[in-house]
């Protein structure tokens, strides 16, 4: 069984074609650009929240073990200072 030989496509189909293929890489290398520069920002900004929560959370550990420790030395006897 063979094959019939292909129909030719019209220039005004592949001209279209080719014209949505280019247009959408630039947009698509457009947004791309545009979406980094946002990101940046963006990730200054989580930067800046995830600093303060982490001394935050480590000034609530410290403050946490220091009062284990007080509970611990007081069922122990230990006289405190």
Do not use: C
């Not at 005004?12 to 074609?17: A, E, K, P, S, V």
């Not at 290398?29 to 200054?44: F, G, M, N, Y």
């Not at 611990?72 to 230990?78: F, N, Q, R, T, Y």
């Amino acid at each position: 069984m063979s094959l019939p030989a292909p129909k030719q496509i019209s220039p005004l189909i592949r001209f279209g074609r080719w014209t949505a293929l280019i247009s959408g890489v630039i947009y698509g290398a457009s947004r791309l650009r545009s979406l980094t520069a946002k990101e940046v920002d963006i990730q200054k900004h989580e930067n800046e929240i995830r600093a303060r929560r982490d001394a935050r959370l480590k000034r609530e550990r410290e403050r946490d073990s220091l009062v284990e420790m007080q509970a611990l030395a007081k069922e122990a006897g230990v006289p405190q200072n």
